[in-house]
Nanobody, 116 residues
Framework: QVQLVESGGGLVQPGGSLRLSCAAS????????MGWYRQAPGKQRELVAT???????NYNDSVKGRFTISRDHAKNTAALQMSSLKPEDTAVYYC??????????WGQGTQVTVSS
């Protein structure tokens, strides 16, 4: 069994910054992709950013230039540095990973609220 645990969410004013962290633990053979998705109230879950083992990143157009994803492959951790936050970034953010044998994995989610 593999668990993903997020941390770092909270309330921030527009224009502010937050850093989300995710740690994978358990029976891990190889995680090929880690990243973040988000889901706002009444909306579908959407990709925020992913990073492959080969270093390929994929960002939602709405966060390009403001968010940066990073990984520590050896420690099976990922982080999302979010800057210039906007009210429309408010959502529950989910850590995502694709493990070689177990497939898609999700964290429990962490709330990010951008409001003055």
């Amino acid at each position: 069994q593999v668990q993903l645990v997020e941390s770092g969410g909270g309330l921030v004013q527009p224009g502010g910054s937050l850093r989300l962290s995710c740690a994978a633990s358990g029976s891990i053979f190889s995680i090929t992709i880690m990243g973040w998705y988000r889901q706002a109230p009444g909306k579908q879950r959407e990709l925020v950013a992913t990073l492959t083992n080969g270093g390929t990143t994929n960002y939602n157009d709405s966060v390009k230039g403001r968010f940066t994803i990073s990984r520590d492959h050896a420690k099976n951790t990922a982080a999302l540095q979010m800057s210039s936050l906007k009210p429309e970034d408010t959502a529950v953010y989910y850590c995502y990973a694709y493990e070689f044998f177990k497939g898609r994995l999700w964290g429990q989610g962490t709330q990010v609220t951008v409001s003055s």
